[in-house]
């Protein structure tokens, strides 16, 4: 970072803008940069790295929005040191310990929720990469949004175990849920989207207490802690059961989402999955 700025210097740059998720990456950067700098004065260093990334003299020239999302993304990752040091939750039996939290745009107005990280995801540290989330991705694509604009995460944040355990995954029990409860509404609490969609029946049953199908549960609007919520079939499901009427029912479902966020609907995107 401090070769690519003093670069942009000697090429006459006296600024860059970087996108919120660039800002989140670099948290607490900028002012380890300036510890690193001591030939600059404070005043020097300010207007030559004008980069808008977490320097409190500089917070004025932040755009709202950016220094909301730096504010969330704070929020966010002290939920995620509380959990990890929640005793409770780290040392449940029945569930691994590699934690595995939430990821994508902590200021997101779209919040996805699945049910637990499977084995792909605790490898990566990052919830649905596996088969599963490379279909979510395709969905969230086809919404017209991009998987970094969303926040993705899962009730429960570590892998349930299973006897002599190699690649296979297994839903969270209620009770392995309900300790997650909390944290989940404080990430809700923090990120402030404009609709969450729970992902299959246990995501349901998690976040909404809803134990019905989700054939029945998609039909309703929930709500949790005021957000509007909507369930909707896990993309392993339809991963399980490809037929088109059944990817027909989640598209319906992410149009209701969109109409939420009042994102504009193109008659090609109306017409997917139909034949
Ligand atoms: N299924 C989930 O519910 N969550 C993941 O992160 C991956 C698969």
Redesign the pocket.
């Known amino acids: 970072m401090l070769r690519y700025l003093q670069a942009e210097r000697e090429h006459g740059r006296s600024q860059i803008w970087l996108s919120t998720e660039a800002l989140i990456a670099l948290g607490d950067l900028p002012a380890r940069l300036n510890a690193l700098n001591p030939p600059l004065t404070t005043e020097t260093r300010v207007q030559e790295m004008r980069t808008d990334v977490g320097n409190p003299t500089l917070s004025a020239a932040v755009p709202a929005s950016e220094s909301v999302a730096r504010e969330k993304a704070r929020r966010l990752r002290e939920i995620r040191m509380e959990l990890e040091a929640d005793a409770e939750l780290v040392g449940m039996e029945s569930l691994r310990d590699t934690l ?1 939290f939430a990821v994508g745009n902590p200021d997101a107005d779209l919040m996805l929720v ?5 084995a ?2 605790e490898k990566a540290g ?5 088969p ?2 490379q279909l979510l991705t395709k969905i969230i694509k086809a919404m017209g949004l991009a998987r970094e604009q969303v926040y ?1 995460s ?1 009730i429960v944040k570590f892998r349930p175990k299973i006897p002599n355990q190699t690649t296979q ?1 297994r839903k969270p029990t209620r009770d392995e849920m309900a300790p997650f409860r909390p944290y989940v509404a404080r990430e809700v609490e923090v990120v402030q989207p404009k609709v969450i969609v729970a ?2 029946g ?2 349901a049953e998690g976040l909404v207490d809803y134990e019905g199908s989700v054939g029945s549960a998609r039909m309703q609007q929930h709500d949790f802690r005021g957000i509007p919520t909507l369930v909707t079939y ?3 499901y339809l991963l399980r059961n490809p037929a088109l009427s059944e990817r027909r029912k989640l598209w319906e479902d992410c149009m209701k989402a969109m109409e939420i966020l009042g994102m504009p609907i193109s008659t090609k995107q109306r017409g997917f999955f139909l034949e």
């Open positions: 595995v699945g049910e637990a990280p499977g792909e995801e990052e919830p649905f990469v596996g599963a989330g993705i899962n995954n992902l299959g246990t995501a896990h993309p392993s």
